[in-house]
């Protein structure tokens, strides 16, 4: 039997075959093999940990914020624990029926609409994306038993104790110590906030921000053993307590910060006061009003809270007029123009200018409040009495030439104080190369004029500043020269009291002041507040401490006069600036001048108090 040339015998095709899938298993066996050899020699310590790590959780522990105190160790800010009602978002039902049925039992929970329970999730993932969502705080005890009892009815739901912030003091100093809140994801790319994850809390405001870094603290760790359903299964494994954060004392003067804020309130109207020691910038006291209440922030907020808090476009509580606030000042602003006239050879102390109560300046009339005439008058004369003719006099001699500005640039008048606080208000000091650029610009309806500089001698006009600002010109007035940071922040200090950082930020620079000019200008003002016809001798003129003070009234389009008054103390070595202003408060000796009473009685308050027994103040 022959094979033809095209035929194979059948063996020959078997063979192909067998070798083929042999082929095959033994290229399937390599991938395998190297697969468990990769596996278990090169990622085998990788995959062990998270075998482990299945096996167990992790929890951090939340460290307390350090306390803050005021200049005499008295409480300010400090913590109180609290249990807190939080849901994991990602253990509701991803069924909406079912979601919808969970999140009603949870509002039949916690005593809440169910939209306002959705609301609450909302806001807090917007906030914190994948963190828990607190629900409520301060749960009570029979809530926490029966949850125990039917925590299968609410997944995700747990209850964990939180560090709040207290406020001993309640409102008070507000606006200094600012608030917490939880970090946003804005922040946590911030390198400030490295290593924090959403739903850690952060300062927000106030030294509350300014001083996180000595505040905030360092977490703890919890590790627990669990099972395959994550349930505990043994006791902890391993912890580090955390690290509370540390103790920030404040240059405040609480008894002072409480009676400027007294005197403030009881005006009803908004304003602001600040009292500094004029060697170092220590801040004893600093207050704005309205005022808020930060406890609010340790809560969530009703829609009506946040409207109150930063909508109101009239009381806006959170603005602190005292550094955020930029205004005319009226006559306290004329020791300026004074040192100005003064160090440029514009007039003497002893020359006169004759006040005739009203003066013309191209085509238009200045004049002195209710048109009062002085006569001649010179320079403490003009500050007792507050003549406006002789200080327009003054603007209108420099008014070509920049010096009025020069000087109050040079005092601090809109320009960065260096102030360890978040917000501060910039100001503008006019000049006529601001006014004749926005004359150009078509801005403006006129180019700089005589008129400019005259009312800029008095507070008046274009001027925009700040109490903060004014306190840092008195001071260098008082002090000789010396351009003092002001600051809110004394030291930082262990949980044993232990100093660990003092804050001193020293002079910004210095401005040389002629003795005999500063001394000729400080004898005006303490005629001004406690001699003869002085305007603030209703005021002060039985006060037992020699004080230098000018009152102030400003005009202030759309409002009402606006009531300032600045105090150096005492005279004639003064140590400490106070100054306060009323808004539509009135004349000076009305409104601010009685709320700077008020602070320097607290601050001298056994000579003070002697006197206001016998009768002798308002």
């Known amino acids: 039997m022959y094979l033809r040339k095209d035929q194979r015998p059948q063996g020959s095709r078997l063979s192909l075959r067998?070798?083929?899938?042999?082929?095959?298993?033994v290229v399937l066996f390599g991938i395998l093999f190297f697969r468990l050899w990769n596996l278990q020699v090169l990622s085998g310590d990788e995959y062990l940990a998270e075998a482990k790590n299945n096996r167990t959780r992790e929890y951090k522990v939340i460290a307390p914020r350090g306390e803050i105190l005021d200049r005499d160790g008295d409480i300010l800010v400090d913590n109180r624990t609290s249990l807190a009602l939080q849901l994991n978002t990602q253990k509701l039902p991803s069924d909406p029926a079912e979601e919808r049925a969970q999140l009603a039992r949870l509002a039949d929970l916690v005593n809440m609409p169910t939209a306002k329970v959705r609301q609450t999730i909302k806001e807090?993932?917007?906030?914190?994306?994948?963190?828990?969502?607190?629900?409520?705080?301060?749960?009570?005890?029979?809530?926490?038993?029966?949850?125990e009892e039917n925590q299968d009815e609410f997944p995700g739901l747990t209850v964990q104790r939180v560090f709040v912030r207290h406020y001993p003091e309640g409102t008070l100093a507000a606006h200094v110590l600012g608030n917490v809140g939880e970090v946003s994801e804005e922040e946590l790319k911030e390198p400030d906030y490295k290593g924090l994850e959403p739903g850690d809390e952060i300062g927000k405001a106030g030294v509350e921000y300014a001083y996180d870094d000595y505040l905030r603290g360092e977490p703890g760790l919890t590790r627990i053993g669990v099972n395959a359903f994550g349930e505990p299964t043994q006791g902890q494994l391993f912890s580090t307590a955390p690290t509370p954060g540390e103790n920030l004392k404040l240059t405040i003067d609480g008894d002072v910060q409480a009676a400027g804020e007294a005197a403030l309130s009881a005006r009803g109207l908004p304003g602001a006061f600040i009292s500094m020691n004029i060697e170092n910038g220590q801040i004893l006291a600093l207050g704005s009003n309205p005022t808020f209440d930060p406890t609010i922030f340790t809560e969530p907020m009703t829609q009506q809270q946040v409207d109150e808090l930063y909508r109101d476009p009239v009381l806006a509580p959170l603005f602190n007029r005292a550094t955020e606030g930029a205004y005319p000042t009226g006559s306290i602003f004329k020791?300026?123009?004074?040192?100005?006239?003064?160090?440029?050879?514009?007039?003497?102390?002893?020359?006169?200018?004759?006040?005739?109560?009203?003066?013309?300046?191209?085509?238009?009339?200045?004049?002195?409040?209710?048109?009062q005439a002085y006569g001649p008058v010179a320079l403490a004369r003009a500050l007792q009495v507050s003549s406006d003719i002789y200080f327009y006099t003054l603007g209108l001699r420099m008014w070509d030439t920049n010096q009025l500005q020069e000087w109050a640039s040079k005092l601090g008048i809109a320009r960065p104080t260096g102030l360890d606080l978040p917000e501060e208000a910039e100001g503008l000091l006019p000049t006529q190369e601001w006014r004749n650029q926005l004359y150009a610009e078509g801005e403006t309806e006129r180019?700089?004029?005589?008129?400019?500089?005259?009312?800029?001698?008095?507070?008046q006009g274009d001027l925009q500043t700040s109490p903060l600002q004014m306190a840092i010109a008195y001071a260098a007035l008082g002090n000789g020269g010396e351009i003092v940071t002001p600051h809110v922040a004394m030291e930082v200090e262990?949980?044993?009291?232990?100093v660990l950082e003092e804050f001193d930020p020293g002079i910004r620079r210095k401005v040389r002041i002629d003795p005999g000019y500063r001394a000729d200008i400080l004898e005006g003002l303490h005629l001004a507040a406690q001699e003869g016809d002085g305007t603030a001798v209703g005021v002060f003129g039985g006060f037992p401490i020699p004080i230098a003070g000018k009152t102030g009234t400003a005009e202030?389009?759309?409002?009402?006069?606006?009531?300032?008054?600045?105090?150096?103390?005492?005279?004639?070595?003064?140590?400490?600036?106070?100054?306060?202003?009323?808004?539509?408060?009135?004349?000076?000796?009305?409104?601010?001048?009685?709320?700077?009473?008020?602070?320097?009685?607290a601050i001298y308050d056994e000579q003070a108090s002697e006197v206001s027994s016998a009768g002798g103040t308002e």
């Open 18 to 25: 067998v070798a083929v899938l042999s082929g095959v298993a």
């Open 124 to 147: 807090e993932e917007e906030a914190a994306a994948g963190a828990p969502v607190t629900l409520k705080r301060d749960v009570g005890y029979p809530l926490i038993a029966y949850l």
């Open 335 to 371: 020791v300026i123009p004074a040192l100005a006239a003064l160090e440029n050879g514009v007039i003497t102390p002893e020359e006169p200018i004759f006040d005739a109560g009203r003066m013309t300046i191209g085509g238009q009339t200045f004049q002195n409040a209710g048109a």
């Open 447 to 459: 180019p700089w004029s005589a008129g400019d500089n005259v009312q800029l001698a008095t507070g």
């Open 494 to 498: 262990d949980e044993a009291g232990r």
């Open 556 to 601: 202030r389009p759309g409002h009402a006069d606006q009531s300032w008054f600045a105090a150096l103390s005492p005279y004639p070595d003064p140590r400490i600036v106070t100054i306060a202003t009323v808004e539509e408060g009135g004349f000076g000796a009305e409104s601010a001048a009685p709320v700077v009473l008020q602070i320097l009685e």
